[in-house]
């Protein structure tokens, strides 16, 4: 009988900053917290695509 893998438990899989990747969520530094790119877009009135995403929390904050 083979071993059996563990399985990850949902919401297990936090980044460094513990955001939630597989609940859709990454770091934003502009904002200091875990966003989800979609809503951050419609807050913001971003455009909803990575880079996008990526402009708005890597930029520094005026």
């Not at 083979?2 to 609940?23: F, L, N, T, W, Y």
């Not at 969520?25 to 913001?44: H, I, V």
């Not at 990526?54 to 520094?60: S, V």
Request: charged share 30%; glycine share 10%.
């Amino acid at each position: 009988m083979a071993a059996e893998q563990q399985k990850p438990m949902p919401g297990s899989d936090r980044d460094s900053h513990g955001c939630i990747g597989s609940a859709g969520y990454a770091w934003c530094a502009r904002t200091d917290r875990c966003e989800r790119p979609w809503e951050l877009a419609r807050k913001q009135g971003l455009g909803a695509d990575a880079a996008a995403f990526d402009r708005f929390c890597e930029a520094p904050l005026e």
